[in-house]
Nanobody
């Protein structure tokens, strides 16, 4: 059974950087897709970034060029640079082995979720 545990959120100022980590356990398939979503108060959960089947990485337009995904063995990181107040949200990592490419940006495609970590960016 896959388990995801996030860490690294916090309170920063606009223009600062943060690195979120997602420690994964129980992953046995090379088709595993890891993604990051975020949810701000009163808003729907939205796609941030995903690495599909360990091959291709996709980013939301709102974070492209500022956020970067990487992997170190079983730890997946989301490096967030030049943070903006609009980036304030609870960030979740999500994973699944059955995500098809056309669904990579849909939160409903993922069965396994981390507990979430708060990121707050002040202006």
């Amino acid at each position: 059974q896959v388990q995801l545990v996030e860490s690294g959120g916090g309170l920063v100022q606009a223009g600062d950087s943060l690195r979120l980590s997602c420690a994964a356990s129980g992953v046995t398939s090379s088709y595993f897709t890891i993604a990051w979503f975020r949810q701000a108060p009163g808003k729907e959960r939205e796609f941030v970034a995903a690495r599909w089947r360990a091959r291709t990485t996709y980013y939301a337009d709102s974070v492209k060029g500022r956020f970067f995904m990487s992997r170190d063995n079983t730890k997946y990181t989301l490096q967030m640079d030049n943070l903006k107040p609009d980036d304030t949200a609870v960030y979740y990592c999500a994973g699944d082995t059955g995500v098809i490419l056309s669904s990579v940006r849909q939160h409903g495609a993922y069965d396994c979720w981390g507990q979430g970590t708060q990121v707050t960016v002040s202006s």
